[in-house]
């Protein structure tokens, strides 16, 4: 089955700079990868995803990348606030009635002033 | 659209009973449901993966008579801890999926259900 590696687990970042979170991946058949911020005791939310057909996506301060030969994929935050304080988890799925997510481990990112 | 609701949110039983969670779909029909347990600190572990009107499919490690799950309608799946034990106290959270969404990969989560066994 899947397995996600992600890094770090924690990340300390000042407001105002950027912040990266690093994921592999084990099965070349997945194709499909979000990211979700999940705050403490409330449902995961996703923030952005992006598919194997495309190398990168961006919305706003948030973007991701993603590296097929490689099966590594990335969630950059720019210009960080108080309130991307958070736990973020990546997941990776191929699509399809079948399909499942699994999750990385977490990073818990904390923003200080 | 696609909102996913837990009942009841949490939850505090005593050793040996049993606790039903409830997940519904509010405005979409979710040929899908899957289970999810998350203790403290740690991440999603997928449970279960139910689909309307069959029996749901365990990953390796869930006791399926122990996590009784039924999706008896494309709104409504139900997961029943049977014989809780303070080990099975957790964060349980469902998430739903359309059979449209299925092909693009989408699961939209409900909020939770805390679960605290004495």
């Known amino acids: 089955g899947e397995n996600v590696e992600q890094h770090p687990s924690t990340l300390s970042v000042q407001e105002g700079d950027s912040a990266v979170i690093k994921c592999t991946y084990s099965?070349?058949?997945?194709?499909?990868f979000p990211w979700y911020k999940q705050e403490l005791g409330k449902r995961p939310q996703l923030i952005i995803d992006?598919?194997?057909?495309?190398g990168e996506k961006k919305d706003q301060r948030i973007a991701v990348t993603l590296n097929k030969t490689a099966k590594h994929f990335s969630l950059h935050i720019t210009e960080t606030q108080p309130e991307d304080s958070a736990v973020y988890f990546c997941?990776?799925?191929?699509?399809?009635?079948?399909?499942?997510?699994?999750f990385g481990t977490g990073t818990r990112l904390q923003v200080t002033l | 659209g696609a909102v996913v609701s837990q009942h009841p949110s949490w939850v505090i039983c005593k050793s040996g009973t049993s606790v039903k969670i409830e997940c519904r779909s509010l405005d979409f029909q979710a040929t899908t449901m899957f289970w999810y347990r998350q203790f403290p600190k740690q991440s999603l572990m997928l449970m279960a993966t139910?689909?309307?009107?069959?029996?749901?499919?365990?990953e390796q490690g869930v006791e399926k008579d122990k996590f009784l799950i039924n999706h008896a309608s494309l709104t409504l799946s139900t997961l029943t801890v049977t014989s809780a034990h303070p080990e099975d106290s957790s964060f349980y959270i469902c998430?739903?999926?359309?059979?449209?969404?299925?092909?693009?990969?989408?699961?939209?989560f409900g909020p939770g259900t805390r679960l605290t066994v004495l």
């Open positions: 992006i598919r194997s057909n495309v």
């Open positions: 139910s689909n309307e009107g069959s029996k749901a499919t365990y």
């Open positions: 997941a990776a799925s191929t699509t399809g009635t079948a399909s499942k997510l699994t």
């Open positions: 998430s739903a999926r359309t059979s449209g969404r299925a092909i693009a990969g989408e699961q939209f």
């Open positions: 099965d070349s058949a997945s194709n499909y």
